[in-house]
């Protein structure tokens, strides 16, 4: 008898605590009350995400020819640091006035552009996210107005070199 009623409190005990954790899982501390800004003090708004990259710009161009006019411009353009680039990604990896960012040069679908070849040159950060910064915009300021007139000065040089005959040796 005593086996059972041992048994029977073990098991009464058991399923309190149950009861007493499920209880406790359950119990939701109070949020903290909004601390109410002193008068006068500046309000502090949300910061939204940035979904557009500012100073985006399309080229009537084909991307290769957008990409290398690119690189011939911030490989000279004052300030701007050159770190790295990959021309399967279409991008270039690049500083400015301390703001690391990445500019990108991407073919728009045909859908996009009624079939008029165009690419897409904008920025991102390095995580790939849109970016609004002032440094940023300035490089895309100052590729817009610079690519139309290098993409021809890149296509006049690839056309020379592909008139330049090939020497052969003496067979």
């Known amino acids: 008898m005593r086996v059972r009623t041992c048994a029977r ?21 109070p949020s903290p009350r909004p601390v109410e800004p002193a008068p006068g003090a500046p309000v ?8 557009v990259t500012r100073g985006e710009f399309t080229l009537p161009a ?15 353009a004052r300030g701007v640091e050159y770190l790295g680039r990959a021309q399967m990604l279409d991008l270039y990896s690049l500083r400015y006035r301390g703001v690391e960012f990445f ?29 609004d910064a002032d440094a940023t915009a300035e490089v895309l300021g100052m590729l817009q107005r610079a690519l139309p007139a290098e993409v021809e000065r890149v296509r006049a040089q690839q056309a020379k070199q592909k008139k330049k005959p090939v020497k052969r040796g003496k067979s």
């Open 103 to 131: 500019v990108l040069t991407k073919a728009m679908t045909a859908a996009e552009t009624g079939n008029v070849i165009r690419t897409r040159v904008t920025a991102t950060t390095p995580a790939g996210k849109p970016i």
């Open 9 to 29: 409190v073990w098991r009464d005990a058991l399923l309190a605590g149950c009861v007493a954790l499920a209880a406790a899982a359950c119990h939701t501390p």
């Open 44 to 51: 502090e708004r949300a910061v939204e995400p940035v979904t």
């Open 62 to 76: 084909h991307k290769l020819d957008v990409w290398n006019a690119v690189g011939q411009i911030v490989v000279n």
